[in-house]
């Protein structure tokens, strides 16, 4: 386990320290569209990696709490490091991937880049070429403090994606529907439901039981647009009482298939 001293200061535990400074450069980009975090907001993080947006939400925001999934034992491991830190009992790590219903998975991990671990590497490995794109893009939009990215030639890229998918090692996850979850810790409602699941994004959503729908007040999530999902996701949320919905690609990532999808009632 590493740390990484963030913008500000603050310094958290990582595993990969660029890494931890690019998801703090995400943050601010998930409150647009309407996405905001007020006092006594209750947040669920799923997909929540090293919890960076759970530290930075319980820094900022008074009396939030965040619940944050991450199913990879290694990453898990820092999170709850993370939690014990900044928040114990306002940033809480729950060991799940989610999925529609209880279960188990064997989850890709990848130590070198630890975002892009999934169940559905298909994602990337249907087109090697794609990721290699998202790489590129990524580049020429790091944080501040990694200025010097933006210099690296485009053609490394297709070989900074191998070293980043390298190493791969095979680990089996515990699921759970995010309606288990508002069960089990008895939640009286969702005021930000934020998803970045690596491809998991839809069972993610149908997880959610009708009868909790209602509790659920603002949605932001990463979007694989395969088969039509950013549509089939717009569906569902249109059909659950959500009227303000926005789509729009990531600076750097024009060229992938990934969407940011926000949703307010």
């Not at 619940?67 to 820092?78: C, G, L, R, S, T």
């Not at 949320?237 to 298939?257: A, P």
Request: some cysteine; proline content about 5%.
């Amino acid at each position: 386990m590493n740390t990484a001293k963030l913008n500000d200061g603050t310094q958290v535990f990582c595993i990969q320290r660029p890494e931890a400074l690019v998801l703090d450069s995400h943050v601010e980009g998930y409150l647009t569209h309407g996405i905001t975090i007020n006092k006594g907001d209750i947040i669920f993080d799923v997909g929540a990696n090293i919890g960076v947006f759970g530290v930075r939400s319980i820094q900022k925001y008074d009396d939030t709490k965040v619940y944050a999934f991450e199913p990879i034992p290694d990453i898990y491991e820092v999170l709850q490091a993370n939690a014990d830190k900044f928040g114990p009992e306002r940033l809480i790590p729950l060991p799940y991937g989610v999925s529609t219903e209880k279960g188990e998975a064997t989850f890709d991990y990848y130590p070198n880049s630890p975002a892009l671990s999934t169940s559905n590497s298909h994602v990337w490995d249907e087109d090697p070429e794609h990721f290699a794109r998202a790489v590129e893009g990524n580049l020429k939009n790091m944080p501040k403090k990694m200025w010097w990215a933006k210099y690296i030639p485009a053609s490394l890229s297709k070989y900074i994606a191998g070293y980043l998918r390298s190493g791969k090692k095979s680990v089996h996850c515990r699921l759970m529907p995010i309606s288990d979850i508002i069960d089990e810790y008895k939640v009286p409602k969702i005021d930000l439901l934020k998803i970045d699941c690596e491809g998991a994004e839809l069972e993610a959503l149908q997880g959610i039981r009708d009868e909790h729908w209602p509790i659920v007040h603002k949605v932001v999530l990463e979007v694989h647009d395969m088969d039509n999902r950013v549509q089939v996701i717009k569906d569902i949320l249109t059909k659950h009482g959500f009227e303000n919905i926005v789509t729009e690609k990531e600076k750097g990532l024009e060229k992938t298939d990934l969407y940011n999808l926000y949703a307010v009632r």
